[in-house]
């Protein structure tokens, strides 16, 4: 016969249970505040020092000076050339990424079958477990190449074929989660559409798309951000000439290129010229920054409108 419990016994348990559930609650707590503190950490430590470097370079020539020359003896500290290489790269590969991106998603979510999407989803979510350094070579000794086929003034290193690699890459970035963002919408919603006489292609345009724009917006930031930090495809195929150009069959330099190209040197810590990677890693967050903003803006409105 099993014993009875006593009056203790019933007294612990509810403690018991109370002490685990606290438990659990601090654990989670500290998981959520680390990624918190991390984040404080990388942001401290950026500001701290870059604001050595703004002691020694005035913040208007750092924003307005069209060379950026700091390893010079005739040293200039213009982020103008890093930054036109990084938006131009990022906007050649949202031009990829975005329209391949969304049309995947409407065909998984809509279109394919359920054996299909099970096969197709992990075969394009395993584009993002390829190395970036393997692409930078993909894109320094197979798309330049045919590029340069069809354009025989393109040189070796171009943004062009960096933009057109990249914006592969984040292919399942933008696909996944559109996907997901679509298959979300509530099935009512395309019932009736299809009840008013539409057709499979109107509704998935017309009705499913427009209701899930904030989870598609999400995306698109989600690839941007991932596009503006790429570093070992720009560093390889698109040089690390720091040159002030909008043409994408120039090469130039992105501002993760030149902290790869400077923290690989052995330039003493504490010289100016080792501050730039910090002011340049500064510019880098405050422009992900702005696009993390504007997308929770554009999510915000698109929930209000739909």
Known sequence: MSAVPTSSDLAY???????????????????????????????????YESAAFFRHVPLIDFLTDRQW??????????????????????????????????????YLS???????REIVKPVIELLSAVPTVVYGYFALLLVTPALQWLLPQLPGFNMLSAGLVIGVMIVPYVSSVSEDAIRAVPMHIREG???????RLQTSLRVVVPSALSGIAAAYILGISRAIGETMVVAIAAGM????????????????????QVSLGDLPHGTIGYQTIFAAGLTLLLMTLVFNIAGYVLRKRFRQAY
């Open 13 to 47: 348990r509810p403690r018991l249970r109370h002490l685990r559930e606290r438990a659990i609650e601090l654990l989670l707590f500290l998981a959520a505040f680390s990624s918190i503190a991390i984040t404080v950490g990388i942001v401290g430590v950026l500001v």
């Open 110 to 116: 809509e279109y394919a079958a359920h054996r299909t």
């Open 241 to 260: 000439q720091p040159n002030l150009s909008w043409n994408p069959m120039e090469p130039a330099e992105t501002i993760t290129a030149y902290i790869v």
């Open 69 to 106: 020359t700091p390893l010079f003896d005739d040293a200039h500290y213009g982020i103008l050339p890093l930054m036109a290489g990084t938006l131009v790269t990022t906007a050649i590969a949202l031009v990829v990424a975005i329209p391949i991106g969304t049309i995947i998603a409407i």
């Open 193 to 199: 559409s299809y009840a008013m006489g539409a057709t």
